[in-house]
């Protein structure tokens, strides 16, 4: 025995003996859990409310070019794209956004001064004005300046009077006011008459 | 038969035609296009909306140039037609083209459905009664001795035909072309779900399924009135087709040796015919049926019309006598909008 215990190679200090199994299932100290239960938790709410309400709001409505500032004799206003969703056509950093009102007048009735005649089915139902702002002149600008003019047939639209208050560059601060009052005068189109359709004798005359 | 008072009365049509709007479906406000053909009037008359009234120009101009052609091949005013050079052929066995072939076994099919009442081999009867040939009954056949089933047309090769007849036998459309071609210029506007042909007065008529068509049928006795208004409707869930003619003895009417003569030829005697219809007005299920029955009614005169009328089952008919009453099967009464 003592021969055999001398041919066993001899251990290094630096050498570990392997763990016992009992040694190597013993339990682990982990992390807390709980910051990152509170981090995950709120990252799945603010997931939830952008989703909700992504579905919920409407659709943002597109902004029309109002025809007012249109100059139907330079047909710059006929040639702006449509504006897509939530985009403003037109509108710049340094513009201000105006509503304009179309009015339908009577028959009979002129349009207001500084109103202009327009279709009466030019007329969008949600319109804006975009004023360029202070030292820009535009078309629109130029279109305001003109006195109103009177269609024959009926339709009348509006115009926006110039802007009354200088903005300041880059953001004007002002808050957005009626710019026109349009008007529209349109005879009510009349009910297709039902042609009467007749058998007659051949020859006979029928107007 | 109904009563007179169950049809409409004389009337405005402008009134007419505000009660229609009252009535359970809107007539439909067509698209018409409206031409010169056949020596009268033609219309073309599509429910065609706002969008495809363009597409509905473009298809009535091509189906009046398709009227145009067939009708220069069957008229018998025109020397150089399919018509006029069969009828100047003195032979009894004749090649003619697919066209007059078509109208001719139209004709055929015409004399048969109104028991030889209408009959298209009496042009000659037709001229001496117009008083050419300086009156004389020329071909004109012996009083009983109708020659309306003495032809025959075989089918010849790519839809042409063989005609048969007797010698000296000639041949005249009239209202059975225009009911022939108004069908068949329903047939080429196929694409269209509700039409009506007009050919000057003769209608075939298509409607969609749920669509109705009103069709006035013309008073002779007063401008601008009418006898009936008829709604047709197409019901079921399946379109409809019809045909509505109007014959009658008011218009084409004059006088030779003092004696009044019409166009309308009994075959039975040659002769115009004697009766007691002043109009007749026939709803069936085609315009060339529609026309036919409608002359076979006044040549028949009123009773025996009707009773005639009763067995061909006529969808409708309004027919004016010479004593003022206005005649009707009742099956009509399902027809009248008022």
């Known amino acids: 025995m003592s021969d055999l215990e001398s041919l066993q190679p001899p251990v290094s200090p630096l050498v570990r003996r392997a763990p016992s199994p009992a040694a190597a299932h013993a339990p682990k100290a982990k992390p807390d859990p709980r910051p990152m239960r509170i981090a995950l938790g709120a990252g799945g709410l603010a997931a939830l409310s952008a989703l909700l309400t992504a579905i919920v709001m409407p659709p943002a409505k597109p902004m029309v070019q109002a025809p007012i500032a249109d100059d139907p004799q330079n047909g710059q206003g006929a040639q702006q794209p449509p504006a897509g969703p939530g985009s403003t056509p037109g509108s710049t950093p340094g513009s201000v956004q105006r509503p304009v009102q179309y009015v339908q007048l009577l028959p009979g009735e002129t349009a207001p001064p500084g109103a202009r005649v327009i279709d009466a089915t030019a007329a969008p139902g949600n319109a804006t004005a975009a004023t360029p702002a202070a030292g820009k002149k535009s078309a629109s600008g130029a279109a305001k300046a003109r006195p109103p003019a009177q269609k024959p047939g009926g339709a009348v639209t509006a115009t926006a009077p110039p802007a009354a208050q200088p903005v300041a560059q880059p953001v004007p601060q002002a808050t957005p006011q009626p710019v026109a009052v349009a008007a529209t005068v349109a005879p009510p189109a009349p009910a297709p008459t039902p042609i009467v359709i007749k058998t007659t004798q051949s020859g006979k005359v029928v107007p | ?338």
């Open chain 2, 1 to 338: 038969m109904i009563a007179q008072e169950r049809l409409l009365s004389p009337r405005r049509e402008r009134a007419g035609a505000a009660q229609a709007n009252l009535s359970r479906t809107e007539p439909i406000v067509p698209f018409s296009h409206a031409a010169t053909s056949m020596g009268g009037r033609l219309v073309i008359h599509l429910d065609a909306d706002s969008e495809r009234r363009r597409e509905g120009g473009r298809a009535t101009a091509e189906a009046v140039a398709r009227i145009e052609s067939w009708a220069a091949r069957l008229t018998r005013h025109s020397s150089t037609s399919d018509l006029s050079i069969l009828n100047a052929d003195p032979a009894d066995e004749v090649s003619v083209r697919p066209t007059l072939a078509a109208a001719l076994r139209a004709g055929r099919i015409a004399t048969e459905s109104s028991e030889g009442l209408t009959d298209i081999t009496l042009l000659d009867a037709r001229l001496a009664a117009e008083g050419a040939n300086g009156g004389q009954p020329g071909a004109v056949p012996e009083a009983g001795a109708s020659r309306a089933f003495d032809w025959s047309i075989a089918p010849g090769r790519h839809g042409s035909g063989i005609v048969r007849r007797p010698p000296g036998l000639r041949f005249d459309l009239d209202g059975v072309g225009k009911g022939w071609i108004a069908d068949r210029a329903l047939r080429f506007l196929a694409a269209w779900p509700s039409v009506v042909i007009d050919a000057d007065g003769d209608l075939a008529i298509r409607c969609a399924a749920g669509r109705t068509w009103e069709v006035a049928v013309d008073d002779p006795r007063a401008p601008d009135t009418s006898l009936a208004v008829l709604r047709l409707t197409a019901t079921h869930g399946v379109p409809g087709r019809w045909g509505v003619a109007t014959s009658g003895i008011s218009i084409h009417r004059w006088t030779v040796d003092g004696q009044a003569r019409h166009h309308l030829i009994d075959p039975r005697s040659g002769l115009p015919a004697v009766t007691d219809v002043i109009q007749a007005t026939v709803v069936a299920s085609s315009a060339l049926r529609a026309e036919t029955l409608a002359k076979a009614a006044v040549i028949a005169g009123s009773w025996a019309g009707l009773a005639l009328l009763e067995r061909a089952r006529v969808q409708g008919a309004v027919i004016l006598t010479d004593r003022g009453d206005v005649l009707a099967p009742p099956q009509t009464l399902a027809l009248l909008g008022n």
